[in-house]
């Protein structure tokens, strides 16, 4: 299986770092690719960004993905459930997308295309801590499914 994370903008060095090291963590387990696309110009309105920038990102979605999007308003998942439906994801050996908007989140379009929808939680975190954050839950996910150590959790 392939894992796409398609995220909006550059990261800064330090969270470039952190992102960079659950990247290589996961590769031991599955073949995970980052996409990262322009932010748009912050002389629209908030919902002409939004529209903009998650059309850039379904141009890199790959056919027959499934698409998790991250917004507020998705689900939130504890680290064994998301390990649960990585195990899912794997068993349909479809390319796996997921995509993080910008500092003004996703359009609704890009929402409503998504498969499932995943909240962080309540807080409002920086695009570029999200993007830590996902990566180092999805390493998290597989050594769970492996039995590995790293997960502290009940």
Known sequence: ME???L???KLRPFYRDAVDE???RIQRYAKIVEREIRESSRT????EINLDESAQLL???PARATVIGLTRL???WSSPELAERVDRWLLEARPLVFAIGGSTGLDEMFIARSHFTWSLGPLTLPHELARVVVC???YRA???LRGEPYHKGR
């Open 59 to 61: 141009e890199k979605i």
């Open 7 to 9: 995220a909006v903008g």
């Open 22 to 24: 659950y990247l290589r």
């Open 44 to 47: 629209g309105s908030i919902s």
């Open 136 to 138: 180092e839950q999805l």
């Open 74 to 76: 998705g689900a939130g």
């Open 3 to 5: 894992i796409t994370l």
């Open 142 to 144: 597989f050594t769970i």
